[in-house]
């Protein structure tokens, strides 16, 4: 009798597990939702760039833009995730969860939320272990704009930065596509006057003169000078986006830090900098400071 019940419950429960296996199969094949206004214009964006994300020198489905006029930088990643757009949008729609990506770049030192979720107060230094005193904060205002079962986009924006940089815009959308993934479109801006293109300058002359971005540019090389400057930091931010999105739990920083760390030596001509010992154990004392400050 006993061994009857347990054949039967092991019968029903591989049943169960097949429906739900078959759940999981369908939501993942299952076209997306129909689309209109800004999720429309992202769907309509990413299918026409359909066979650069198919073939690119990035090896991942990801296309990258970059623009100089007018003393404003601007560089735009479009790429397709492999997660579902619930994953997503409830991944990045709180401010705090932006402090965590962001703080995943080289050059964040520190990250607080202010203004009961308005602001992002984000300290920018060094690509070394730096005291928050030496580094310049940027505050940044969040703002979720349109969010529903199609779209979701969520703004930052600053009127000043270091120097004489101004008016920062990081723009980030995304929309569900066929085959349970995910359209995303990040944007990072920001427009720079005298005292931050003399640095500049002396920065692409010295310590950044041979550094790139990724745009070809004739004779098997790659864009350079402050385009490839707003390439390599764009890129770093998606990135960042990316680990976050593959491990967003709090108990999952360590898998954060060394997914964004070797995704980035996956581009080393571009974006290799320290040595990932080095990285994490920099970004261990910032996440650590960054808990202490705000308990």
Not at 178 to 187: E, N, S
């Amino acid at each position: 009798m006993n061994t009857l019940i347990a054949t039967v419950a092991r019968r029903m429960g591989f049943g169960v597990f097949l429906l739900a296996a078959s759940t999981l199969v369908s939501a993942q094949q299952a076209p997306a939702p129909p689309a209109t206004g800004p999720a429309a214009e992202l769907r309509a964006k990413l299918q026409s760039l359909a066979p650069q994300l198919a073939r690119n020198a990035f090896r991942r489905p990801l296309a990258l833009e970059s623009s100089e006029a007018a003393d404003r930088l601007s560089g735009d990643v479009y790429a397709l995730v492999d997660h579902p757009f619930a994953r997503v949008s409830g991944a990045l729609r709180e401010p705090a969860a932006w402090c965590q990506v962001l703080m995943l770049h080289l050059n964040t030192k520190h990250c607080a939320v202010k203004g009961g979720g308005g602001a992002l107060a984000v300290a920018i230094g060094r690509k070394f272990d730096q005291p928050i005193a030496d580094a310049q904060t940027i505050t940044f205002a969040y703002t979720a704009g349109k969010t529903d079962a199609n779209y979701l986009n969520v703004r930052l924006t600053a009127d000043t930065g270091p120097l004489s940089t101004h008016n920062y815009s990081i723009v980030f959308e995304a929309s569900p596509m066929d085959g349970g993934k995910t359209a995303i479109h990040l944007r990072y801006a920001y427009a720079y006057g005298t005292a931050a293109r003399l640095a500049m300058k002396g920065y692409l002359a010295t310590l950044g003169s041979d550094k790139v971005g990724f745009t070809p540019a004739g004779q098997g090389g790659y864009i350079g000078g402050v385009r490839g400057v707003v390439e390599r930091n764009t890129m770093r931010y998606y990135l960042a986006i990316d680990s976050y999105l593959d491990a967003p739990g709090e108990a999952q920083l360590e898998q954060r830090l060394a997914a964004w760390f070797d995704a980035t030596e996956q581009y080393t001509r571009q974006l290799h900098e320290i040595e990932k010992s080095d990285y994490l154990a920099m970004k261990r004392h910032e996440f650590q400071r960054m808990q202490q400050a705000a308990s």
